[in-house]
């Protein structure tokens, strides 16, 4: 298993960036022929040097990933907990989405879905009975929640395993 990239993957991730060797020694705390040394392979730097300028990159790179702010659906519709689960369908129908989260002033306290009403039609509840319910009594746990800041690359990790991830902006 290898811990530190080679020289010549550190040098092609720093150019990939467009920094300049000056600009990432500034932001390593290193010097500028300290850099050039180590991508010339003239010196093997410690651990700890090495990680300060693997730090440097990193920070650069993720500063460089679309944020969920680039790509997110603003204007989210969603349902209140003693809204009946017909106007929740009513709802999911008319904005052609398969779930919506549950809030209770501002705050996502849980999330109604296709998959789990047809459940609950499988397992032998009526239309009307399930469609007069609180949302309350068959939303199921919140849906997970990101800042707009977060790096699509978090988010998609979230998508795996929920059906969607709502961005809190100030709470």
């Known amino acids: ?4 990239p080679e020289v010549a993957d550190f040098a ?47 920070a650069r790179e993720l500063g460089k990933q679309p944020r969920v702010k680039d790509v997110m659906h603003r204007g989210v519709i969603s349902v209140g907990p003693r809204e009946r689960v017909s106007m929740a369908i009513q709802k999911m129908r008319h904005a052609n989405v398969s779930q919506l989260p549950v809030l209770e002033h501002a705050a996502s306290i849980g999330c109604i879905s296709e998959r ?20 309350s009594a068959v939303m199921e746990e919140a849906l997970p929640q990101v800042n707009e800041d977060t790096p699509l690359r978090a988010v998609a990790a979230l998508m795996a395993h929920n059906p969607a991830v709502l961005v809190a902006k100030q709470g």
């Open 12 to 58: 092609h991730r720093r150019r990939a960036l467009g920094l300049k060797q000056r600009e990432l020694a500034a932001a390593a705390g290193v010097s500028q022929s300290f850099v050039a040394k180590v991508e010339a392979g003239k010196i093997n730097p410690s651990y700890a040097m090495m990680k300060k300028l693997l730090s440097a990159l990193e």
């Open 116 to 135: 789990t009403l047809v459940k609950r039609l499988e397992q032998g509840e009526t239309a009307s009975t399930l469609g007069a319910q609180a949302v």
């Open 1 to 4: 298993m290898e811990l530190l």
